[in-house]
């Protein structure tokens, strides 16, 4: 078979096109620092690619963190974006990935009660996720007690308000033992008082009778704080009630008897 002339296409780039359009896409100018740059493009994961230098990423990322600015927007103008944490763990620091975090974390909780562990060697922060009022919590990272209401180490059978007074190790002692014994304290002289057995209704020595249950202050000997004794107390109520109607109620049977007999 004869040589067939193969006729050159006219859009076909020639070897020195190629090279050249390689070599201009290693470099480009950095829309931030307006430097020409041969390395590669601050790529966003995803979400998107703007010409910026992976140093004045840097930068901007940690100028954002001291600001405490957890959602990092793109710093292209027309970009509405936020900066992936994630896409650009391989590129900062791993100090400054930290950061990123911990303020992502902050920035999460601001709505929740939230305290930090008062305890000097942990200061790890504390969320209340299960909401409604909290006193003794235990830190998840140092695993010791403290008071989540006043923020101090937990003050073992005292009361918040009773916290911040100035107590011996005798006091701190005698607060731990209390608690574990369940004792209960007066609510008027706040002296610890113990059942050993009998009803709940116990009479502290300053006089006051209060609930060993509840530890509310009671009167007439009832208290509310258990179905049970709301009801013996309507029972009682209801038999004084009969007593004192009963001898009318007789004196009135006996009457309307006589005069049936007249």
């Not at 509405?80 to 944490?85: A, F, G, I, K, T």
């Not at 950061?99 to 969320?127: F, H, I, M, N, T």
């Not at 005698?174 to 057995?197: A, D, T």
């Not at 006051?208 to 009682?236: A, L």
Request: aromatic share 8%.
């Amino acid at each position: 078979m004869g040589n067939v002339n193969q006729k050159p296409q006219p859009n076909s780039p020639s070897d020195q096109e190629l090279e050249d359009q390689e070599s201009s896409s290693s470099t480009f100018t950095c829309e931030i620092c307006i430097e020409p740059v041969s390395l590669p493009k601050f790529k966003n994961s995803n979400r998107c690619v703007h010409p910026f230098c992976t140093d004045c990423m840097i930068k901007y990322i940690q100028v954002k963190l001291e600001d405490n600015v957890a959602d990092i927007k793109c710093p292209a103008l027309t970009c509405d974006h936020s900066l992936e944490p994630i896409s650009c763990r391989a590129k900062i620091a791993h100090q400054l990935f930290d950061k990123w975090c911990d303020v992502l974390c902050e920035s999460a909780v601001l709505g929740l009660d939230r305290v930090y562990c008062p305890y000097r060697e942990c200061s790890a922060l504390v969320v209340n996720e299960c909401g409604g009022s909290l006193n003794r919590c235990v830190c998840p990272n140092c695993k010791k007690a403290f008071c989540f209401r006043c923020k101090v180490p937990w003050h073992a059978g005292y009361r918040c308000e009773e916290s911040g007074e100035t107590r011996d190790q005798n006091d701190i002692a005698f607060g731990v033992l209390s608690e574990r014994k369940q004792w209960m304290r007066c609510p008027m002289c706040r002296h610890c008082v113990e059942l050993v057995k009998g009803c709940a209704i116990v009479r502290c020595r300053c006089g006051i009778e209060f609930c060993y249950k509840c530890g509310k202050k009671v009167d007439h000997h009832w208290c509310n704080c258990r179905r049970s004794s709301t009801i013996c107390m309507w029972v009682f109520h209801l038999c004084i009630v009969i007593l004192v109607i009963w001898p009318f109620f007789l004196l009135f049977t006996a009457i309307t008897r006589r005069n049936q007999h007249k």
